[in-house]
């Protein structure tokens, strides 16, 4: 497959992902497409995969994944009754099967084996995409771009026709969704808000790349930015989530400087006001659906009772963690009886919380790895001076990063697929020998 078929076939893979992966709890047909083309791509990237080629740090990011796979096989390993009833958070649960006689043997670290293969089903499309990316020789940088910010721009266009048609408008996808918003192709109006903060970063990168490849057209590709940025902007403001609120400024702020490389006197004294608004903005409606809504206070205090819920739950299981996917089981177990409602809580909103509860220890220590990695990337590219889309692809990874701190962004088949492939960007723009390998071998 030469270069040009297989950025459309990325693309494509990509776009799709966009436009079908946008709910984590529906759209059962379209995610399992999603998974089968996923698993083929992981299949695809381990065959054409050289490790001597890839740079350091493009293996650190292949070692984070495999620390992670590690710790999913652990989840299905089988151990015997007497073990597995002495394991962190397990007496309860063993004392209620053993009145039914239903004590599993052999019981394994996960309490729903079922779930656990569900979630890393899921993963299939983000992990099949970024491997695949990441086993090319070429980086298909601008198409991954161009994808990114097709598909930001079509999801507006959809969300202004739902807006319009109000809440009974037949372009809302998702039967359990925010009608009446702009939500794209997605269920939930955070998620849209995030993929059009996202898509910023990399207008700025191809205004970036423009100018510099044709600098008798400067200009013409400074409108042309200027015009897709306003336009995004427009949207984020339109979709009325208070996650696009709080982070529309530090990521305005650092989409513009990856174009424009002020002093560090003026860098300083642009970036602190920014960070001290934006982080005032997401204490105080970071965590809300919509920052107009009536529910919006409803929303926050919903997502502070179940971190009130989760935490107790979570450090019963820790060190060992309940099992990858058996938030909802668990929560149920902690809820407070009298506080019980209609509504259904699939997720903690905290993607953290919920991975240190599922994944225990483990799932701490792969977030604080990842985390370290992402700060180092910035370092990296700091050093590296020039390397517009592996500063789209930071950014990125840092809005969704941010936005998981009161959400569940990577839940979705479209943003964790827009994360993998953002992480790869990173990880092979601050890349000097892995680059230089490849090149060599293209030509």
């Known amino acids: 497959m030469n270069k040009a078929a297989r950025d459309i076939v990325f693309s494509a893979f990509l776009f799709a992902c966009l436009l079908l992966g946008g709910a984590s709890r529906e759209g059962f047909p379209s995610n399992y497409l999603l998974q089968v083309l996923g698993a083929g791509f992981v299949c695809w990237g381990l065959y054409h995969l050289k490790w001597r080629g890839l740079s350091r740090f493009e293996r650190l990011l292949l070692l984070l994944a495999g620390l992670g796979l590690a710790i999913v096989i652990v989840q299905f390993l089988p151990l015997p009754t007497a073990v597995w009833r002495d394991l962190p958070g397990r ?40 491997l695949a990316v990441l086993a090319a020789r070429k980086l298909p ?74 600098p008798k057209h400067r200009q013409e590709f400074t409108v042309l930015g200027l015009a897709l940025f306003g336009f995004v902007v427009i949207g984020v403001g339109l979709v009325g989530s208070g996650t696009g609120y709080a982070l529309l400024a530090p990521v305005t702020l650092a989409s513009a400087l990856i174009v424009w490389t002020p002093s560090r006197r003026v860098a300083a004294a642009l970036v602190v006001p920014v960070l001290i608004v934006s982080g005032a903005l997401i204490t105080l409606i970071g965590g809300s659906d919509n920052v107009f809504a009536s529910e919006a206070s409803a929303s926050i205090d919903g997502r502070e009772e179940i971190g009130e819920t989760i935490t107790p739950a979570a450090l019963a299981f820790f060190p060992v963690g309940s099992g990858l996917g058996t938030f909802e089981e668990i929560y ?74 009161w959400d569940y962004p990577l839940r979705t088949a479209a943003l964790s697929a827009v994360f993998a492939v953002s992480c790869v960007l990173l990880a092979r723009s601050v890349s000097t020998r892995g680059w230089a390998t490849r090149i060599t071998e293209a030509h």
């Open 91 to 130: 007496a309860s649960i063993a004392a209620e099967l053993q009145m039914l006689d239903a004590l599993p043997d052999p019981g394994f670290v996960s309490l729903s084996i079922h779930e656990s293969l569900a979630s890393v089903v899921w993963l299939l499309p983000a992990a099949g995409l970024a």
């Open 141 to 214: 940088d601008l198409a991954i771009a161009f994808t990114i910010i097709a598909g930001a721009l079509l999801s507006i266009a959809v969300g202004v026709a739902q807006f319009l048609g109000g809440s009974e408008a037949p372009w809302y996808f998702y039967d359990f969704t925010n009608r009446g918003f702009m939500v794209g192709f997605f269920a939930n109006a955070n998620h849209m808000a995030t993929l059009l903060l996202v898509s910023l970063p990399f207008i700025a990168a191809l205004v970036r790349e423009g100018r510099e490849r044709m």
């Open 332 to 405: 149920r177990r902690y809820e407070d009886p009298d506080t019980v409602s209609t509504t259904f809580i699939a997720h903690a909103h905290n993607d953290y919380l919920e991975l240190v509860l599922e994944l225990g220890a483990a799932g701490a220590a792969l977030i604080i790895l990842f985390l370290l990695w992402w700060l180092y990337g910035l370092a990296r590219l700091v050093r590296a001076g020039d390397a517009p889309f592996g500063w789209a692809g930071w950014i990125a990874v840092g809005v969704i990063l941010t936005h998981s701190a």
